[in-house]
C-alpha cells in the first residue's frame, strides 16, 4: 500500500541534500500590529525553494518578506472573525500538524538508514536477470473451451486468417488489433503461456490449445530480438526510489505489528 506520508517524504528527499543557507539576520522579520513574525519562517521557506532550484537573492526574500506579512494579516484577521476555532480548522490544523512531524520522522529515519550503491546494483542485477536476454512479438487468441481452441487451429490450418479470427472469436482485450500482444519478456506472461510460445519457431502457431487461469490460447509468434536493457546510470534515481519506498513500507508494517490497534 502506498502511504501519502510515504509519497510526501519521497518529495522530500532532496531537502536533505539541500545547501546551507547564509546565517540568518537576527530580530524579527517584520512586526504585524504588534505582533512578530519570526525571521525563521523565512530561512525556512528559502531553504525548501533553493531545494527546487530557486536560487537565494534579495529579491526572492523581499517576495517571501511580503507573503508572510500577508499571511499575519490574514491570521490575525481569522483568528478576530473566530474562524480559526472552529472544528473544521482545528482538525486540518492537527492533521497538518501530524504530516509534518511524520515527514520529518521518515526524513531522519532515510537519513540514517539510506539506500545504498550496492543495493542499488543488487536491485538491477535482479531485475535484469529476471528480463533475460530476449523479448517476444507474439498474438494470441483467447477462447473458453478447449473445444473452441481446436477448431480454430483447424481453421488456421486451412488458411484462415489469424488477426480475423482474433478479432471475431477471442475474449481477450486486444482483439480489435487481431491478438497482437506486442514486444513483451517471457515474464510478463502466465508461466504456461510463456513456456509455450517460447518453444515456437517465429511464424508458427501452437498445434494444441494452451490452457491458463484465463482460458485456452492459440498463440502464433511473429518474431523475436534481443532485449534492450536500460543502463543503470539511467534508471538508478527510479532503482533508488523505489527501494527507500519498500523501507519506509517495511518501517510502517513493523511498527503496526508493535502498535495496539483495537
Known amino acids: 500500500m502506498k502511504l501519502p506520508i510515504l ?13 546551507q543557507a547564509p546565517a540568518p539576520e537576527k530580530g524579527p522579520l517584520a512586526t504585524v500590529n504588534g505582533v512578530a513574525v519570526p525571521r525563521e519562517r523565512m530561512e525556512f521557506m528559502i531553504k525548501q525553494q533553493a ?7 534579495p529579491q526572492i526574500r523581499t517576495q517571501l518578506r511580503e507573503e508572510l ?38 526524513r531522519s529515519y532515510l537519513e540514517k538508514n539510506p539506500v545504498s550503491d550496492a543495493e542499488i546494483q543488487s536491485e538491477y542485477d535482479r531485475a535484469k ?16 473451451t478447449e473445444d473452441e481452441a481446436k477448431r480454430l487451429i483447424a481453421e488456421l490450418k486451412k ?29 510478463i506472461y502466465d508461466k504456461t503461456f510463456a513456456e509455450a510460445m517460447v518453444k515456437l519457431e517465429k511464424g508458427r502457431m501452437t498445434e494444441a490449445p494452451v490452457q491458463t487461469r484465463f482460458g485456452f490460447h492459440v ?10 536493457f536500460p ?32
Open 7 to 19: 509519497a510526501a517524504a519521497l518529495a522530500a528527499l532532496p531537502t536533505l541534500a539541500a545547501a
Open 51 to 57: 531545494a527546487r532550484g530557486t536560487p537565494d537573492n
Open 69 to 106: 506579512i500577508n499571511r499575519e494579516v490574514l491570521l490575525q484577521e481569522a483568528t478576530r472573525t473566530g474562524i480559526a476555532r472552529s472544528r473544521d480548522v482545528q482538525t486540518q490544523l492537527e492533521l497538518a500538524r501530524q504530516e509534518v512531524i511524520v515527514q520529518a520522522y521518515l
Open 129 to 144: 536477470a529476471q528480463t533475460g536476454t530476449t523479448e517476444y512479438k507474439a498474438r494470441h487468441i483467447l477462447v473458453e
Open 159 to 187: 488458411g484462415a486468417k489469424f488477426e480475423e479470427l482474433a478479432q471475431k472469436h477471442s475474449r481477450d482485450s486486444n482483439k480489435d488489433r487481431g491478438g497482437d500482444l506486442g514486444w513483451n519478456v517471457p515474464g
Open 219 to 228: 498463440i502464433r509468434l511473429d518474431d523475436v530480438r534481443p532485449v534492450k
Open 231 to 262: 543502463a543503470l546510470a539511467e534508471v538508478k534515481g527510479r532503482i533508488q526510489q523505489r527501494l527507500t519506498q519498500i523501507r519506509i513500507e517495511k518501517l510502517v508494517s513493523d511498527l503496526r505489528g508493535k502498535a495496539k490497534v483495537e
